[in-house]
């Protein structure tokens, strides 16, 4: 019994960041309609941006935070006005090949830059556990899920209580009136997508000091916010936190109920559970955009 | 169907001579096109291409040719049987490498688990391919196009994670090492095969109602469906077909390299290979993939030899070059070329 | 004798809006049935839902006694019903031929020239619909540079290409000239003549649909308002105040 709860708390921590991530990605699939391939990549990026502030500058990542933020921020800005723009509106697989060759691109600058070997974000508090009803979580982790709450409510507020985040909403209903209504959608899709990228970045600044990284996880990554994002239905952020939730607690279940083979059937794992919803639900837990051909 | 006879005769509606002189016009604008779109021309370019082709081992390539050449084989039939499903009916797979894995394993497995030898394996490949496709794309090729392709971006890493984890059954990441086939001569002939025919099947299949209903697939899904094509049935078969082709050459490759591990048989650079290549040559377009296949693989094995992450940074590049360049891919523009020089010939002709 | 097509109470919302309110509707073998009512009034949904386009949320449809609630549009479509849509929807980078032909069944398998004769026929078929239309001299032209009113024409030819017992057409005037409407109405005569085709038409074109139909189907907010034939629908006050004008 206690080890379940102890299971269950691992679960809602990985389910956090999951959330995190998978915000990130849904934000700009929701606005613009493009999947971003290269998602699980700017993670890492965000994760190398933490590693290196700590290891050469000593900066500890959770102050190195915002700045990793804002230049996740411009990151994704200037990603988005010089190529993403220009495949936004053309069919589907002209965003998905673009961001394809942008996630090969960072994958290989990371693994010339850092090599193949697994990298964690060592900090004074690395090896410190953080206990609470008997449970035990290492202080990384703690950080991670609390870091990924309050910026998921930043996110949250940013979105629906301020003009920039109502212009968002109103370009990902309607592009042709948000456009008629005066508002500039170039702008709001560059918006859009650094913000998407910003929670990634902080996403993997996160997940960095909480446990090892290397440029070959990002496929993964994009791959595990994808099935989240289908799970929850796209553009409901409540359904997405409920869904990264759900995959969280399966991956930790499996990992330690499933003997030996359960810490390598993530993806799987994710993915028998993503063809089961498509087939029972085809509009994600809790209903949102179709993504069914409507047939 | 109630009546499937021409029932509708000659209606007297549209004045006849006015189609006639249509008619007598054809001729003048099928020259003017350009000279490739005569179907003759491209049938005898095919068959001098394809007997040179035939007899260009007899006279004696080196062993590193020969490879070359087949490599370039085998990409034909890659991306021409990836288009069936991703160009021609719209629905990108973006994991299309399961099956080529699939392949492998197939062949891989029999020969260490029931001590087959290799040909006798070799039909098995597509078959399971075959009954994977139908199983996985039943589900997923009800969602629409994005979904989809991510979806099988998902197959592929779930096969890749079973095959690495279930280490008793699939040798795990140690992978399993076959009695090598040493015979260039005879993969150069055996890929040729695979190419040639999976480019006449393309040729074929643009020309025939299952094609055609694909092309409407992917046009306007619930028109297509509303002209009483079954749409499901159309992506399943197309699925099904592709799917089926790139296990079959996944099986040759692992014959052909005698060894198999989760990382080279579900290797991601494949997938961006194909994508690279189709989009290059002209992605929906019938020797587009072929196309694309040669001219790149011909660059990169004269340009560039290279490896690892540089090799990630060129592709990844390219891709983007690509992308915003030459969308349509060289076929794809070459016949836009073509339409407008028949569109102003013909508009020419009309103002006269 | 009982109806070719029959549909009962059949109901569709969005959301809130009922855009069809327990209508019932038939047409008979051969009839050409005039579906007019307000922008607005549910006709497109009704074809939709007769169609098997859009599921209706309650009602049942049949077919020359056959219930095909539930069915899919493609096999709706080779039970003998078609449809064309208010916005043409044609296939344009299939050539005008290839989209004609394209109700054609694919799962035959390919004779490779041995046993061509159904396949010539069909091909033949489609000559003769499409110079019918006016579209013969653009066979090998890619629908997509075709005309509006063009594709409209080429969508009529889709729709009646496969032989079926009732076509339904919404607003095929619309976008065509005023020279080929009367052209039009011919030919849709000729067809229905020659073939047996039952027609409903949806339209705007208060005087085509008057001059063509046997029947008057008055549609407003979802209901049927009134029914009948076209001189009797014509004069009724009610039709005149919700659609008509004076
Ligand atoms: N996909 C949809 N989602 C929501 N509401 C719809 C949808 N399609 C139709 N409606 C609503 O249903 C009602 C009937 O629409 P319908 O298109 O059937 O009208 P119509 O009689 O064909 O009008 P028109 O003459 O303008 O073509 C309208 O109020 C319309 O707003
Ligand atoms: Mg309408």
């Known amino acids: 019994m206690g080890q379940l709860s102890q299971v269950v708390l691992d679960g809602i921590v990985l389910g956090g960041f999951y959330a995190l991530v998978a915000q990130g990605l849904s934000l700009v699939f929701g606005v613009m309609g493009v999947l971003n391939l290269a998602h699980g990549e700017c993670v890492l990026i965000g994760a190398y941006l933490a590693w290196t502030a700590q290891h050469y500058l000593g900066v500890d990542p959770l102050i190195a935070l915002p700045v990793i933020m804002a230049l996740g921020f411009g990151f994704g800005w200037v990603l988005c006005r010089t190529l993403v723009i220009r495949v936004v509106e053309r069919p589907p697989l002209m965003s998905l090949l673009l961001t394809f060759g942008i996630g090969a691109v960072a994958q290989g600058v990371l693994l010339k830059l850092f090599s193949s070997t697994p990298r964690v974000t060592t900090t004074g508090y690395s090896a410190d556990v953080v206990s609470i009803f008997g449970l035990t979580i290492p202080t990384p982790r703690a950080f991670m899920l609390l870091g990924a709450v309050v910026i998921l409510v930043l996110t949250w507020a940013l979105l629906n209580r301020t003009r920039v985040g109502r212009s968002i909403q109103a370009a990902a209903q309607n592009k042709a009136a948000a456009r008629v209504v005066g508002i500039d959608i170039a702008a709001v899709y560059a918006i859009a997508f650094g913000i998407g990228i910003a929670l990634v970045f902080a996403g993997g600044t996160l997940l960095g000091s909480a446990q090892g990284f290397y440029p070959f996880l990002g496929p993964l990554l994009t791959m595990k916010a994808f099935a989240i994002v289908v799970l929850g239905g796209v553009g409901r952020m409540t359904g997405t936190v409920l869904a990264a939730m759900v995959v969280g607690l399966i991956e930790t279940l499996l990992a330690s109920y499933v003997p030996s083979v359960g810490t390598g059937l993530g993806i799987a794992a994710a993915f028998i559970l993503v063809v089961v919803v498509l087939v029972v639900r085809p509009n994600g837990i809790s209903g949102g955009k179709q993504v069914t051909a409507g047939v | 169907m109630s009546s499937g006879t021409p029932t509708v005769s000659t209606p007297g509606a549209p004045p006849p001579q006015k189609a006639a002189q249509r008619l007598s016009a054809a001729p003048v604008r099928a020259l003017a096109a350009s000279r490739l779109a005569d179907p003759r021309l491209r049938a005898g370019l095919f068959a001098a291409g394809l007997a040179a082709l035939l007899v260009t081992p007899l006279f004696?390539?080196?062993?590193?040719?020969?490879?070359?050449?087949?490599?370039?084989?085998?990409?034909?039939?890659?991306?021409?049987?990836?288009?069936?499903?991703?160009?021609?009916?719209?629905?990108?797979?973006?994991?299309?490498?399961?099956?080529?894995?699939?392949?492998?394993?197939?062949?891989?497995?029999?020969?260490?688990?029931?001590?087959?030898?290799?040909?006798?394996?070799?039909?098995?490949?597509?078959?399971?391919?075959?009954?994977?496709?139908?199983?996985?794309?039943?589900?997923?090729?009800?969602?629409?196009?994005?979904?989809?392709?991510?979806?099988?971006?998902?197959?592929?890493?779930?096969?890749?994670?079973?095959?690495?984890?279930?280490?008793?059954?699939?040798?795990?990441?140690?992978?399993?090492?076959?009695?090598?086939?040493?015979?260039?001569?005879?993969?150069?002939?055996?890929?040729?095969?695979?190419?040639?025919?999976?480019?006449?099947?393309?040729?074929?299949?643009?020309?025939?109602?299952?094609?055609?209903?694909?092309?409407?697939?992917?046009?306007?899904?619930?028109?297509?469906?509303?002209?009483?094509?079954?749409?499901?049935?159309?992506?399943?078969?197309?699925?099904?077909?592709?799917?089926?082709?790139?296990?079959?050459?996944?099986?040759?490759?692992?014959?052909?390299?005698?060894?198999?591990?989760?990382?080279?048989?579900?290797?991601?650079?494949?997938?961006?290979?194909?994508?690279?290549?189709?989009?290059?040559?002209?992605?929906?377009?019938?020797?587009?993939?072929?196309?694309?296949?040669?001219?790149?693989?011909?660059?990169?094995?004269?340009?560039?030899?290279?490896?690892?992450?540089?090799?990630?940074?060129?592709?990844?590049?390219?891709?983007?070059?690509?992308?915003?360049?030459?969308?349509?891919?060289?076929?794809?523009?070459?016949?836009?070329?073509?339409?407008?020089?028949?569109?102003?010939?013909?508009?020419?002709?009309?103002?006269? | 004798m009982t109806a070719l097509l029959t549909a009962e109470r059949v109901t569709c919302r969005f959301g809130g809006l009922v855009a069809l309110d327990a209508v019932d509707f038939h047409v008979d073998a051969g009839e050409i049935v005039g579906l007019i009512g307000p922008n607005g009034s549910g006709k497109s949904t009704l074809l939709s839902c007769l169609s098997a386009g859009r599921r209706a949320d309650d009602g049942r449809i049949r077919l020359d006694g056959k219930d095909i609630t539930g069915r899919r549009p493609s096999t709706v479509a080779r039970l003998g019903l078609t449809r064309t849509f208010q916005d043409a929807r044609v296939f344009g980078e299939l050539t005008v031929t290839e989209n004609a032909l394209l109700s054609r069944d694919w799962t035959r398998l390919p004779s490779f020239g041995l046993l061509r004769s159904p396949e010539r026929a069909a091909r033949e078929r489609a000559a003769g619909l499409l110079d019918l239309v006016g579209l013969g001299g653009m066979a090998r032209e890619k629908a997509g540079s075709l005309s509006g009113g063009q594709q409209r024409l080429l969508e009529l030819v889709m729709a009646i290409m496969p032989g079926p017992k009732v076509v339904m057409l919404d607003e095929a005037t619309s976008g065509v000239n005023p020279a080929l409407i009367a052209e039009l109405s011919e030919h849709l005569r000729l067809l229905h003549r020659e073939e047996n085709v039952a027609f409903v038409i949806v339209e705007h074109n208060v005087g085509f649909v008057f001059g063509m139909a046997d029947r008057i189907v008055v549609l407003q907010q979802g209901r049927v308002l009134a029914e009948g034939p076209p001189d009797e629908v014509k004069s009724n006050q009610e039709v005149i105040d919700a659609y008509l004008g004076a």
């Open chain 2, 60 to 352: 004696g390539l080196n062993n590193s040719a020969l490879l070359l050449f087949s490599t370039v084989f085998m990409w034909i039939g890659l991306t021409s049987s990836w288009n069936i499903i991703s160009g021609f009916t719209g629905y990108v797979d973006f994991g299309h490498g399961v099956f080529f894995g699939i392949g492998g394993y197939t062949a891989g497995l029999l020969v260490t688990h029931l001590e087959m030898p290799f040909w006798y394996t070799v039909p098995f490949a597509p078959v399971f391919g075959f009954v994977f496709a139908l199983v996985v794309g039943y589900p997923l090729l009800r969602l629409r196009g994005v979904y989809f392709s991510i979806a099988m971006l998902g197959a592929f890493m779930a096969m890749r994670e079973l095959a690495l984890v279930f280490r008793d059954f699939t040798g795990g990441s140690g992978g399993i090492i076959f009695e090598a086939v040493i015979d260039r001569t005879l993969f150069y002939y055996v890929f040729l095969g695979v190419a040639v025919i999976v480019v006449l099947g393309t040729v074929w299949l643009r020309r025939s109602q299952l094609g055609s209903s694909m092309l409407a697939v992917r046009e306007n899904e619930i028109g297509a469906e509303a002209r009483g094509i079954n749409t499901t049935m159309v992506k399943l078969t197309a699925f099904c077909v592709a799917g089926s082709i790139t296990a079959l050459i996944g099986s040759l490759w692992a014959y052909q390299t005698a060894f198999i591990d989760p990382a080279i048989m579900f290797r991601d650079v494949l997938l961006i290979n194909l994508a690279l290549m189709v989009t290059l040559g002209g992605l929906g377009t019938v020797w587009g993939p072929a196309l694309g296949a040669t001219v790149f693989i011909l660059l990169r094995e004269t340009l560039w030899e290279t490896e690892g992450e540089d090799f990630l940074v060129f592709f990844g590049v390219a891709l983007i070059v690509v992308v915003l360049t030459l969308p349509k891919g060289i076929a794809g523009s070459l016949a836009d070329r073509v339409h407008l020089a028949r569109a102003r010939r013909a508009g020419k002709e009309e103002s006269r």
